[in-house]
């Protein structure tokens, strides 16, 4: 009995951490200098991947490289599995971009379970 009882109070708490996303990597799995945060049920925003934009012009074309994953929330929080390519220069390739002028990146995630990272870059 007691011991059944220890087990809700844990799995309890776990629920708890979980449903405030103490349980779920803060980063997202990625790093960059403008982090916005990511919401618990839903979330998407963009950003920038560098922050120097003195004579920074963007250019006349866009590009973009994207990858995708699942995660497992609920024991060690790391991908299941992952497809695509985020890098710079699938995105410049996407574009026809040869000189990179500007890089942004794009999130967006759903319950902490699927995650869509975008790659965005500008340039001539």
């Not at 011991?3 to 809700?8: E, M």
């Not at 629920?15 to 980063?27: E, F, V, Y």
């Not at 991947?49 to 990858?67: E, I, P």
């Not at 929330?73 to 991908?79: M, N, Q, R, V, Y």
């Amino acid at each position: 009995m007691a011991r059944s009882l220890a087990t809700r109070w844990l799995l309890l708490g776990l629920l708890a951490m979980w449903s405030t996303g103490c349980l779920l990597p803060q980063s997202g799995g990625y790093d960059a200098p403008v982090r916005p945060a990511l919401g618990f049920l839903y979330g998407s925003h963009r950003a920038p991947l560098q922050l120097d934009f003195r004579d920074t012009s963007f250019g006349t074309k866009k590009g973009t490289a994207q990858v995708h994953y699942i995660r497992d929330i609920l024991i060690t929080g790391l991908p299941l599995a992952s497809w695509g390519s985020a890098s710079i220069q699938d995105a410049a390739r996407d574009g026809g971009i040869t000189h990179v002028r500007h890089a942004d990146y794009e999130v967006m995630n759903v319950l902490g379970l699927y995650v869509e990272f975008t790659t965005i870059v500008y340039g001539d």
